[in-house]
Protein backbone atom coordinates (compact mmCIF):
# COMPACT_ATOMS: atom_id res chain seq x y z
CA UNK A 1 0.00 0.00 0.00
CA UNK A 2 1.32 3.27 -0.96
CA UNK A 3 1.24 6.57 1.01
CA UNK A 4 0.29 9.83 -0.21
CA UNK A 5 1.73 13.09 1.06
CA UNK A 6 0.00 16.74 2.01
CA UNK A 7 0.39 17.42 -1.58
CA UNK A 8 -1.48 14.40 -3.08
CA UNK A 9 1.86 12.94 -4.30
CA UNK A 10 2.55 9.65 -4.40
CA UNK A 11 5.53 8.23 -2.09
CA UNK A 12 7.43 5.01 -3.21
CA UNK A 13 6.34 2.16 -1.34
CA UNK A 14 7.62 1.04 1.96
CA UNK A 15 9.09 4.84 2.33
CA UNK A 16 8.04 7.60 4.83
CA UNK A 17 6.97 11.21 4.19
CA UNK A 18 9.65 13.37 4.28
CA UNK A 19 10.50 14.26 7.96
CA UNK A 20 8.04 17.92 8.13
CA UNK A 21 5.53 15.84 6.87
CA UNK A 22 5.49 13.49 9.94
CA UNK A 23 4.00 16.27 12.49
CA UNK A 24 1.51 18.31 13.44
CA UNK A 25 2.85 21.54 12.90
CA UNK A 26 0.31 23.54 14.56
CA UNK A 27 1.11 21.74 17.76
CA UNK A 28 4.63 20.60 17.18
CA UNK A 29 5.85 23.91 16.19
CA UNK A 30 4.64 25.93 19.41
CA UNK A 31 5.14 23.28 22.29
CA UNK A 32 8.59 23.09 20.74
CA UNK A 33 9.00 26.47 20.85
CA UNK A 34 7.96 26.75 24.65
CA UNK A 35 10.55 24.26 25.86
CA UNK A 36 13.72 25.46 23.69
CA UNK A 37 12.86 28.96 24.88
CA UNK A 38 12.06 27.79 28.62
CA UNK A 39 15.62 26.16 28.69
CA UNK A 40 17.65 28.59 27.31
CA UNK A 41 16.41 30.99 29.21
CA UNK A 42 17.01 29.51 32.04
CA UNK A 43 20.58 27.76 31.44
CA UNK A 44 21.31 31.69 30.29
CA UNK A 45 19.81 33.13 33.84
CA UNK A 46 19.61 30.68 36.51
CA UNK A 47 19.46 33.06 39.21
CA UNK A 48 16.98 35.25 37.80
CA UNK A 49 14.95 31.94 36.86
CA UNK A 50 15.29 30.74 40.24
CA UNK A 51 14.40 34.03 41.68
CA UNK A 52 11.48 34.24 39.92
CA UNK A 53 10.43 31.16 40.86
CA UNK A 54 11.20 32.12 44.42
CA UNK A 55 8.68 35.06 44.02
CA UNK A 56 6.12 33.25 42.30
CA UNK A 57 6.07 30.51 44.46
CA UNK A 58 4.38 31.84 47.64
CA UNK A 59 1.38 33.71 45.74
CA UNK A 60 0.84 30.42 43.40
CA UNK A 61 0.46 28.35 46.38
CA UNK A 62 -1.26 30.64 48.81
CA UNK A 63 -3.82 31.13 45.73
CA UNK A 64 -4.51 27.96 44.35
CA UNK A 65 -3.54 24.85 46.71
CA UNK A 66 -7.66 25.04 47.45
CA UNK A 67 -8.45 24.63 43.94
CA UNK A 68 -6.00 21.46 43.69
CA UNK A 69 -6.79 20.19 47.13
CA UNK A 70 -10.86 20.48 45.83
CA UNK A 71 -10.56 18.96 42.09
CA UNK A 72 -8.47 15.81 42.61
CA UNK A 73 -10.48 14.93 45.51
CA UNK A 74 -13.81 15.48 42.79
CA UNK A 75 -11.90 13.34 40.74
CA UNK A 76 -11.58 10.29 43.10
CA UNK A 77 -15.27 10.77 43.79
CA UNK A 78 -15.87 11.02 40.06
CA UNK A 79 -14.19 7.75 39.44
CA UNK A 80 -15.60 6.16 42.21
CA UNK A 81 -19.11 6.96 40.98
CA UNK A 82 -18.39 6.10 37.53
CA UNK A 83 -17.24 2.76 38.19
CA UNK A 84 -20.32 2.15 40.41
CA UNK A 85 -23.25 3.57 38.29
CA UNK A 86 -24.82 1.60 35.58
CA UNK A 87 -22.22 3.18 32.87
CA UNK A 88 -20.09 0.47 34.59
CA UNK A 89 -20.87 -1.76 31.60
CA UNK A 90 -20.25 0.14 28.88
CA UNK A 91 -17.17 -1.63 26.79
CA UNK A 92 -13.74 0.13 26.07
CA UNK A 93 -14.05 -1.10 22.36
CA UNK A 94 -16.51 -2.86 20.27
CA UNK A 95 -19.34 -4.55 22.63
CA UNK A 96 -18.35 -8.14 21.21
CA UNK A 97 -14.34 -8.07 22.01
CA UNK A 98 -12.96 -9.52 24.33
CA UNK A 99 -10.30 -7.86 26.31
CA UNK A 100 -6.36 -7.24 24.56
CA UNK A 101 -4.73 -8.56 27.41
CA UNK A 102 -5.19 -11.37 30.32
CA UNK A 103 -5.88 -9.88 33.63
CA UNK A 104 -2.93 -11.16 35.15
CA UNK A 105 -0.37 -9.00 31.92
CA UNK A 106 -2.87 -6.10 32.69
CA UNK A 107 -2.48 -5.98 36.01
CA UNK A 108 1.28 -7.01 35.75
CA UNK A 109 1.68 -3.58 33.23
CA UNK A 110 -0.56 -1.14 36.09
CA UNK A 111 1.61 -2.64 38.13
CA UNK A 112 4.57 -1.31 36.11
CA UNK A 113 2.39 2.00 35.33
CA UNK A 114 2.58 2.23 39.24
CA UNK A 115 6.26 2.31 39.87
CA UNK A 116 9.02 4.54 39.04
CA UNK A 117 11.40 6.74 39.89
CA UNK A 118 8.99 8.66 42.49
CA UNK A 119 8.30 5.56 44.78
CA UNK A 120 11.97 4.82 44.78
CA UNK A 121 12.97 8.89 45.62
CA UNK A 122 9.97 9.02 48.16
CA UNK A 123 9.57 5.63 49.49
CA UNK A 124 11.87 5.91 52.80
CA UNK A 125 12.27 10.34 52.49
CA UNK A 126 8.62 10.99 52.33
CA UNK A 127 7.55 9.17 56.12
CA UNK A 128 10.90 10.42 58.01
CA UNK A 129 10.42 14.20 56.51
CA UNK A 130 6.68 14.10 58.10
CA UNK A 131 7.30 12.25 60.84
CA UNK A 132 10.73 14.92 61.57
CA UNK A 133 8.06 17.68 62.60
CA UNK A 134 4.97 17.53 59.77
CA UNK A 135 2.31 15.09 61.12
CA UNK A 136 1.57 16.61 64.80
CA UNK A 137 1.52 20.39 63.89
CA UNK A 138 -2.15 21.08 65.40
CA UNK A 139 -0.45 19.06 68.64
CA UNK A 140 2.92 20.43 68.57
CA UNK A 141 4.02 16.97 69.25
CA UNK A 142 6.19 14.81 67.35
CA UNK A 143 8.62 11.65 66.93
CA UNK A 144 5.72 9.51 68.80
CA UNK A 145 4.56 6.67 68.13
CA UNK A 146 1.16 8.73 66.64
CA UNK A 147 3.62 10.76 64.71
CA UNK A 148 4.74 7.80 63.08
CA UNK A 149 1.71 6.25 62.30
CA UNK A 150 0.69 9.83 61.02
CA UNK A 151 3.64 10.44 58.54
CA UNK A 152 2.82 6.79 57.07
CA UNK A 153 -1.45 7.71 56.71
CA UNK A 154 -0.40 10.89 54.99
CA UNK A 155 2.20 9.32 52.85
CA UNK A 156 -1.00 6.98 51.70
CA UNK A 157 -2.81 10.05 51.30
CA UNK A 158 -0.07 11.21 48.74
CA UNK A 159 0.13 8.11 47.23
CA UNK A 160 -3.06 6.64 47.28
CA UNK A 161 -6.52 6.65 45.61
CA UNK A 162 -6.26 10.35 44.53
CA UNK A 163 -3.32 10.21 42.41
CA UNK A 164 -4.74 6.73 40.18
CA UNK A 165 -8.44 8.83 40.25
CA UNK A 166 -6.49 11.62 38.09
CA UNK A 167 -5.33 8.84 35.78
CA UNK A 168 -8.79 7.12 36.03
CA UNK A 169 -10.10 10.37 34.38
CA UNK A 170 -7.55 10.90 31.21
CA UNK A 171 -7.31 7.38 31.05
CA UNK A 172 -11.16 6.86 30.38
CA UNK A 173 -11.77 9.79 28.21
CA UNK A 174 -8.91 8.73 25.97
CA UNK A 175 -9.29 4.91 26.17
CA UNK A 176 -13.46 5.51 25.27
CA UNK A 177 -12.06 8.24 22.43
CA UNK A 178 -9.95 5.68 21.01
CA UNK A 179 -11.20 2.32 21.08
CA UNK A 180 -15.04 3.28 21.31
CA UNK A 181 -14.64 5.58 19.06
CA UNK A 182 -12.01 4.82 16.93
CA UNK A 183 -10.06 8.12 17.16
CA UNK A 184 -6.45 8.81 17.10
CA UNK A 185 -4.33 9.17 19.87
CA UNK A 186 -4.54 12.60 20.66
CA UNK A 187 -6.22 13.99 23.88
CA UNK A 188 -8.12 16.75 22.20
CA UNK A 189 -10.45 13.67 20.64
CA UNK A 190 -11.49 12.97 24.59
CA UNK A 191 -13.11 16.52 24.68
CA UNK A 192 -14.74 16.13 21.72
CA UNK A 193 -18.52 15.75 22.58
CA UNK A 194 -17.89 18.72 24.70
CA UNK A 195 -16.02 20.84 22.61
CA UNK A 196 -17.63 19.20 18.84
CA UNK A 197 -15.77 20.03 15.43
CA UNK A 198 -13.72 22.94 17.07
CA UNK A 199 -11.48 20.28 18.36
CA UNK A 200 -9.93 20.14 15.12
CA UNK A 201 -9.03 23.66 15.22
CA UNK A 202 -6.89 25.96 17.66
CA UNK A 203 -8.59 25.23 20.57
CA UNK A 204 -7.87 20.96 20.11
CA UNK A 205 -4.41 22.54 19.43
CA UNK A 206 -3.88 24.55 22.27
CA UNK A 207 -5.14 21.36 24.71
CA UNK A 208 -2.93 19.00 22.89
CA UNK A 209 0.54 21.91 23.31
CA UNK A 210 -0.95 22.09 26.85
CA UNK A 211 -0.71 18.57 27.31
CA UNK A 212 2.83 18.44 25.80
CA UNK A 213 4.56 20.78 27.83
CA UNK A 214 2.56 19.23 31.02
CA UNK A 215 4.15 15.93 30.32
CA UNK A 216 7.17 16.71 29.44
CA UNK A 217 7.51 18.93 32.44
CA UNK A 218 6.62 16.07 35.05
CA UNK A 219 9.00 13.37 33.46
CA UNK A 220 11.13 16.54 33.77
CA UNK A 221 10.25 16.42 37.48
CA UNK A 222 11.02 13.00 37.80
CA UNK A 223 14.21 12.93 36.47
CA UNK A 224 15.40 15.32 38.07
CA UNK A 225 14.25 13.51 41.16
CA UNK A 226 15.98 10.50 39.98
CA UNK A 227 19.45 12.24 39.74
CA UNK A 228 19.55 13.65 43.04
CA UNK A 229 19.17 10.82 44.29
CA UNK A 230 21.60 8.47 41.52
CA UNK A 231 23.86 11.77 42.89
CA UNK A 232 23.28 11.01 46.70
CA UNK A 233 23.88 6.92 46.22
CA UNK A 234 27.21 7.63 44.33
CA UNK A 235 28.11 9.85 47.21
CA UNK A 236 27.14 7.10 49.36
CA UNK A 237 29.49 4.30 47.73
CA UNK A 238 32.00 6.85 47.60
CA UNK A 239 32.44 7.02 43.59
CA UNK A 240 31.44 11.37 43.96
CA UNK A 241 31.78 13.43 46.85
CA UNK A 242 29.64 16.41 47.28
CA UNK A 243 27.52 16.03 44.41
CA UNK A 244 26.40 19.50 42.72
CA UNK A 245 25.17 20.51 39.93
CA UNK A 246 28.08 19.64 37.73
CA UNK A 247 27.11 15.93 38.91
CA UNK A 248 23.75 16.55 37.82
CA UNK A 249 24.55 18.22 34.17
CA UNK A 250 27.14 14.91 34.02
CA UNK A 251 24.53 12.84 34.94
CA UNK A 252 21.49 13.69 33.23
CA UNK A 253 23.68 13.63 30.06
CA UNK A 254 24.63 10.30 30.29
CA UNK A 255 21.35 8.83 31.35
CA UNK A 256 19.67 10.52 28.43
CA UNK A 257 21.96 9.95 26.09
CA UNK A 258 21.39 5.62 27.02
CA UNK A 259 17.55 6.80 26.44
CA UNK A 260 18.24 8.20 23.29
CA UNK A 261 20.25 5.11 22.33
CA UNK A 262 17.36 2.81 23.14
CA UNK A 263 14.86 5.01 21.09
CA UNK A 264 17.26 4.62 17.89
CA UNK A 265 18.03 1.22 18.26
CA UNK A 266 14.80 0.84 18.24
CA UNK A 267 14.87 -2.40 19.99
CA UNK A 268 11.15 -3.26 21.35
CA UNK A 269 12.39 -6.39 22.84
CA UNK A 270 15.45 -4.80 24.78
CA UNK A 271 12.86 -2.12 26.21
CA UNK A 272 10.29 -4.74 27.24
CA UNK A 273 13.87 -6.58 29.01
CA UNK A 274 14.86 -3.86 30.68
CA UNK A 275 10.76 -2.62 31.78
CA UNK A 276 10.48 -6.34 33.45
CA UNK A 277 14.11 -6.39 34.71
CA UNK A 278 13.23 -2.96 36.47
CA UNK A 279 10.09 -4.36 38.34
CA UNK A 280 11.65 -7.64 39.14
CA UNK A 281 15.41 -5.64 40.73
CA UNK A 282 11.96 -3.54 42.61
CA UNK A 283 10.70 -6.65 43.92
CA UNK A 284 14.16 -7.97 45.07
CA UNK A 285 14.81 -4.65 46.91
CA UNK A 286 11.18 -4.59 48.13
CA UNK A 287 11.69 -8.32 49.67
CA UNK A 288 14.99 -7.61 50.67
CA UNK A 289 14.01 -4.72 53.48
CA UNK A 290 11.01 -6.62 54.43
CA UNK A 291 12.68 -10.09 55.21
CA UNK A 292 15.77 -8.34 56.72
CA UNK A 293 13.88 -5.59 58.64
CA UNK A 294 11.14 -5.56 61.38
CA UNK A 295 9.24 -8.03 59.35
CA UNK A 296 6.11 -8.87 61.76
CA UNK A 297 5.89 -4.89 62.69
CA UNK A 298 5.81 -4.16 59.03
CA UNK A 299 2.79 -6.44 58.71
CA UNK A 300 1.05 -5.12 61.49
CA UNK A 301 1.75 -1.50 60.55
CA UNK A 302 0.53 -2.33 56.67
CA UNK A 303 -3.11 -3.06 58.29
CA UNK A 304 -3.06 -0.49 60.90
CA UNK A 305 -2.21 2.29 58.47
CA UNK A 306 -4.97 1.14 55.49
CA UNK A 307 -7.70 1.11 58.19
CA UNK A 308 -6.40 4.75 59.63
CA UNK A 309 -6.13 5.99 55.89
CA UNK A 310 -9.74 4.99 54.94
CA UNK A 311 -10.89 6.76 57.91
CA UNK A 312 -9.48 9.56 57.58
CA UNK A 313 -9.43 9.71 53.60
CA UNK A 314 -12.49 12.40 53.97
CA UNK A 315 -10.70 14.81 56.41
CA UNK A 316 -7.76 14.18 54.64
CA UNK A 317 -8.28 15.22 51.13
CA UNK A 318 -10.24 18.78 52.10
CA UNK A 319 -7.42 19.61 54.55
CA UNK A 320 -6.12 22.88 53.13
CA UNK A 321 -4.51 23.60 56.58
CA UNK A 322 -6.12 27.39 56.33
CA UNK A 323 -5.57 28.51 59.84
CA UNK A 324 -2.07 27.25 59.99
CA UNK A 325 -0.71 30.28 58.38
CA UNK A 326 2.00 30.84 56.24
CA UNK A 327 3.29 27.77 57.87
CA UNK A 328 0.65 25.78 56.54
CA UNK A 329 1.04 27.08 52.87
CA UNK A 330 4.57 26.52 52.54
CA UNK A 331 3.75 23.14 53.64
CA UNK A 332 1.02 22.05 50.72
CA UNK A 333 3.80 23.56 48.53
CA UNK A 334 6.05 20.99 49.68
CA UNK A 335 3.53 18.29 49.46
CA UNK A 336 0.19 17.93 48.58
CA UNK A 337 -0.22 20.91 46.40
CA UNK A 338 3.34 19.36 44.80
CA UNK A 339 1.90 15.80 44.48
CA UNK A 340 -1.55 16.58 43.12
CA UNK A 341 0.20 18.89 40.46
CA UNK A 342 2.61 16.15 39.73
CA UNK A 343 0.33 13.74 39.30
CA UNK A 344 -1.79 15.89 36.72
CA UNK A 345 0.88 17.01 35.21
CA UNK A 346 1.74 12.85 34.66
CA UNK A 347 -1.72 12.42 33.30
CA UNK A 348 -1.70 12.20 30.01
CA UNK A 349 1.49 10.19 29.81
CA UNK A 350 0.29 7.46 31.88
CA UNK A 351 -3.19 7.76 30.53
CA UNK A 352 -2.33 7.39 27.11
CA UNK A 353 -0.45 3.94 28.35
CA UNK A 354 -3.03 2.55 30.20
CA UNK A 355 -6.28 3.28 27.90
CA UNK A 356 -3.99 1.67 25.38
CA UNK A 357 -3.31 -1.74 27.56
CA UNK A 358 -7.22 -0.92 28.21
CA UNK A 359 -8.91 -1.89 25.08
CA UNK A 360 -12.03 -4.49 25.88
CA UNK A 361 -12.24 -3.99 29.42
CA UNK A 362 -15.59 -2.19 30.75
CA UNK A 363 -15.66 1.05 32.56
CA UNK A 364 -16.06 -0.93 35.89
CA UNK A 365 -13.12 -3.45 35.32
CA UNK A 366 -10.74 -0.45 34.33
CA UNK A 367 -11.54 2.05 37.08
CA UNK A 368 -11.60 -1.07 39.56
CA UNK A 369 -8.44 -2.22 38.36
CA UNK A 370 -6.45 1.38 37.98
CA UNK A 371 -7.61 2.73 41.41
CA UNK A 372 -6.93 -0.40 43.48
CA UNK A 373 -4.40 -2.44 42.23
CA UNK A 374 -1.59 0.52 41.69
CA UNK A 375 -2.65 1.94 45.14
CA UNK A 376 -1.83 -1.85 46.78
CA UNK A 377 1.33 -1.72 45.46
CA UNK A 378 2.26 1.51 46.71
CA UNK A 379 0.59 0.79 50.56
CA UNK A 380 2.98 -1.83 50.80
CA UNK A 381 6.04 0.00 49.10
CA UNK A 382 5.96 2.57 51.79
CA UNK A 383 4.73 0.35 54.83
CA UNK A 384 7.87 -1.69 53.65
CA UNK A 385 10.56 1.20 53.49
CA UNK A 386 9.17 4.21 55.22
CA UNK A 387 7.60 1.75 58.30
CA UNK A 388 11.12 0.07 58.53
CA UNK A 389 12.78 3.67 58.44
CA UNK A 390 10.16 4.68 61.22
CA UNK A 391 11.10 1.70 63.55
CA UNK A 392 14.81 2.32 63.60
CA UNK A 393 13.98 5.68 64.37
CA UNK A 394 11.60 4.77 67.11
CA UNK A 395 13.02 1.33 68.35
CA UNK A 396 15.95 1.23 67.09
CA UNK A 397 19.64 2.78 66.89
CA UNK A 398 17.92 5.97 64.81
CA UNK A 399 20.42 7.89 62.99
CA UNK A 400 17.76 8.70 60.18
CA UNK A 401 16.75 12.36 61.50
CA UNK A 402 19.27 14.48 62.87
CA UNK A 403 19.51 18.82 63.53
CA UNK A 404 20.40 21.47 61.81
CA UNK A 405 22.29 24.60 63.63
CA UNK A 406 18.57 25.61 65.12
CA UNK A 407 17.86 22.68 66.58
CA UNK A 408 15.19 21.89 63.82
CA UNK A 409 14.64 18.17 62.94
CA UNK A 410 16.22 17.48 59.57
CA UNK A 411 16.18 14.82 56.84
CA UNK A 412 18.94 13.76 53.97
CA UNK A 413 15.70 13.48 51.61
CA UNK A 414 18.06 12.56 49.03
CA UNK A 415 20.02 10.00 50.94
CA UNK A 416 17.23 8.80 52.91
CA UNK A 417 17.10 5.67 51.22
CA UNK A 418 21.51 4.12 51.56
CA UNK A 419 20.79 5.58 55.31
CA UNK A 420 18.75 2.80 55.18
CA UNK A 421 20.21 0.26 53.18
CA UNK A 422 23.29 1.26 55.31
CA UNK A 423 22.12 -0.36 58.36
CA UNK A 424 20.40 -3.53 57.11
CA UNK A 425 23.02 -6.27 56.39
CA UNK A 426 24.27 -6.32 52.63
CA UNK A 427 23.02 -2.79 52.37
CA UNK A 428 25.96 -1.63 50.11
CA UNK A 429 24.85 -4.29 47.30
CA UNK A 430 21.31 -3.15 47.74
CA UNK A 431 22.62 0.40 47.06
CA UNK A 432 24.09 -0.55 43.95
CA UNK A 433 21.36 -2.06 42.80
CA UNK A 434 19.02 0.93 44.20
CA UNK A 435 21.40 2.96 41.98
CA UNK A 436 20.84 1.17 38.90
CA UNK A 437 17.39 0.88 39.19
CA UNK A 438 16.77 4.83 39.43
CA UNK A 439 19.12 4.61 36.21
CA UNK A 440 16.78 2.24 34.09
CA UNK A 441 13.58 4.05 35.66
CA UNK A 442 14.93 7.03 34.05
CA UNK A 443 15.79 5.39 31.01
CA UNK A 444 12.76 3.06 30.46
CA UNK A 445 10.55 6.42 31.63
CA UNK A 446 12.50 9.14 29.04
CA UNK A 447 12.06 6.66 25.99
CA UNK A 448 8.21 6.30 27.00
CA UNK A 449 7.40 9.76 27.78
CA UNK A 450 9.17 10.89 24.89
CA UNK A 451 6.80 8.20 22.59
CA UNK A 452 3.51 10.07 24.37
CA UNK A 453 4.38 13.33 23.82
CA UNK A 454 6.03 12.39 20.32
CA UNK A 455 2.77 11.39 19.48
CA UNK A 456 0.51 13.86 20.78
CA UNK A 457 3.10 16.33 19.12
CA UNK A 458 2.51 13.86 15.35
CA UNK A 459 -1.13 14.63 15.24
CA UNK A 460 -1.58 11.12 16.96
CA UNK A 461 0.12 8.40 15.21
CA UNK A 462 0.76 5.31 16.89
CA UNK A 463 4.17 4.91 15.32
CA UNK A 464 5.66 8.34 15.15
CA UNK A 465 9.27 8.62 13.59
CA UNK A 466 12.56 8.20 15.49
CA UNK A 467 14.11 11.49 14.85
CA UNK A 468 11.78 13.53 17.04
CA UNK A 469 11.03 10.92 19.71
CA UNK A 470 15.00 11.77 19.86
CA UNK A 471 14.40 15.67 20.23
CA UNK A 472 11.65 15.10 22.55
CA UNK A 473 13.97 12.44 24.85
CA UNK A 474 16.45 15.18 24.47
CA UNK A 475 14.38 18.21 25.92
CA UNK A 476 13.05 16.08 28.42
CA UNK A 477 17.27 15.95 30.03
CA UNK A 478 17.64 19.34 28.98
CA UNK A 479 14.37 20.62 31.35
CA UNK A 480 15.42 18.37 34.22
CA UNK A 481 18.98 20.49 33.45
CA UNK A 482 17.54 23.55 33.71
CA UNK A 483 15.09 23.36 36.31
CA UNK A 484 18.20 22.09 38.78
CA UNK A 485 20.19 24.59 37.86
CA UNK A 486 16.89 27.22 38.96
CA UNK A 487 17.11 25.70 42.08
CA UNK A 488 16.96 22.14 42.12
CA UNK A 489 14.69 20.30 44.28
CA UNK A 490 12.34 23.25 45.17
CA UNK A 491 12.15 24.16 41.09
CA UNK A 492 10.96 21.02 40.38
CA UNK A 493 8.43 20.79 42.48
CA UNK A 494 6.86 24.35 41.83
CA UNK A 495 7.51 23.52 38.04
CA UNK A 496 4.99 20.72 38.13
CA UNK A 497 2.34 22.82 39.88
CA UNK A 498 2.56 25.95 37.84
CA UNK A 499 2.23 22.98 34.46
CA UNK A 500 -0.71 21.53 35.89
CA UNK A 501 -2.70 24.52 35.87
CA UNK A 502 -4.24 24.87 32.54
CA UNK A 503 -4.17 21.26 31.99
CA UNK A 504 -6.25 20.63 35.31
CA UNK A 505 -9.08 22.63 33.47
CA UNK A 506 -8.64 19.99 30.00
CA UNK A 507 -9.57 17.34 32.92
CA UNK A 508 -12.04 19.08 34.14
CA UNK A 509 -13.52 19.02 30.70
CA UNK A 510 -13.14 15.35 30.19
CA UNK A 511 -14.78 14.63 33.22
CA UNK A 512 -18.08 17.06 31.31
CA UNK A 513 -17.30 14.78 28.21
CA UNK A 514 -17.15 11.59 29.83
CA UNK A 515 -20.69 12.15 31.55
CA UNK A 516 -22.33 13.25 28.04
CA UNK A 517 -21.03 10.05 25.95
CA UNK A 518 -21.33 7.55 28.64
CA UNK A 519 -25.31 9.27 29.31
CA UNK A 520 -25.71 9.47 25.02
CA UNK A 521 -24.46 6.05 24.75
CA UNK A 522 -26.75 4.85 27.43
CA UNK A 523 -29.61 6.21 26.06
CA UNK A 524 -29.29 5.00 22.36
CA UNK A 525 -28.64 1.58 24.68
CA UNK A 526 -32.06 1.92 26.44
CA UNK A 527 -33.33 2.65 23.32
CA UNK A 528 -32.68 -0.02 21.54
CA UNK A 529 -33.63 -2.56 24.41
CA UNK A 530 -36.97 -1.59 24.40
CA UNK A 531 -37.22 -1.65 20.69
CA UNK A 532 -36.29 -5.30 20.96
CA UNK A 533 -38.34 -5.90 23.72
CA UNK A 534 -41.37 -4.48 22.33
CA UNK A 535 -40.65 -6.97 19.49
CA UNK A 536 -40.57 -9.66 21.08
CA UNK A 537 -43.88 -8.48 23.04
CA UNK A 538 -45.52 -8.52 19.91
CA UNK A 539 -43.92 -11.44 18.37
CA UNK A 540 -44.87 -13.43 21.85
CA UNK A 541 -48.69 -11.81 21.80
CA UNK A 542 -48.88 -13.05 18.11
CA UNK A 543 -48.02 -16.26 18.27
CA UNK A 544 -50.75 -17.04 21.34
CA UNK A 545 -53.40 -15.31 18.64
CA UNK A 546 -51.92 -17.67 16.36
CA UNK A 547 -52.46 -20.59 19.21
CA UNK A 548 -55.79 -19.81 19.93
CA UNK A 549 -57.27 -19.25 16.53
CA UNK A 550 -58.01 -15.59 16.58
CA UNK A 551 -55.21 -14.66 14.06
CA UNK A 552 -54.80 -15.89 10.76
CA UNK A 553 -50.45 -17.08 10.48
CA UNK A 554 -50.57 -14.43 7.90
CA UNK A 555 -51.40 -11.78 10.43
CA UNK A 556 -55.11 -11.80 9.22
CA UNK A 557 -58.15 -12.00 11.76
CA UNK A 558 -59.70 -15.33 12.29
CA UNK A 559 -62.92 -16.49 11.94
CA UNK A 560 -64.96 -17.51 15.51
CA UNK A 561 -66.14 -21.41 15.18
CA UNK A 562 -69.47 -20.31 15.04
CA UNK A 563 -69.65 -17.61 12.85
CA UNK A 564 -71.58 -18.34 9.93
CA UNK A 565 -70.03 -17.68 6.30
CA UNK A 566 -71.81 -14.62 4.65
CA UNK A 567 -73.92 -15.17 1.64
CA UNK A 568 -72.89 -13.70 -1.65
Not at 33 to 44: D, K, N, P, R, S
Not at 84 to 101: A, M, N, Q, V
Not at 422 to 436: H, N, R, S, Y
Request: charged fraction near 15%; proline fraction near 4%; charge should be negative.
Amino acid sequence: MTETSGTGAVAPPGSRPPWHRTIAPRVFWPAAVIIVGFVLFTVAFPTLVGDTISAVQEAVIGTFSWYYMLIVSGFVLFAIWVGLSHYGDIKLGPDEEEPEFGLRSWFSMLFAAGMGIGLVFWGVAEPLNHFAGIPNRATGITQDEQGAQDSIVQTFLHWGLHPWAVYVVVGLALAYAIHRKKRPVSIRYALESLLGRRIRGWIGDLIDIAAIVGTLFGVATSLGLGVIQVAAGLDFLNVVSDPGNLTYVVLIGAITSLAVVSVITGLKRGIRWLSNFNISLAGVLLLFVLILGPTLFIFRDLVQSIGDYFQNLLRMSFNTTAYEGESGTEWQGWWTTFYWGWWISWAPFVGVFIARISRGRTVREFVAGVLLVPTAITFLWFTVFGGTALYRQLFGEGGLIGTDETGANTVDTEGALFGLLEGLPGGTIMAVGAVILIVLFFVTSSDSGSLVVDMLASGGDPNPPTWSRVFWGVMEGAVAIALLLAGGLSALQLAAILIALPFSVVMLGMCVSIWRDFRAERRTMLRVQRRLQRQEITEHVTHSLIDEGLVEPNGSAGRAKDQVPEQS
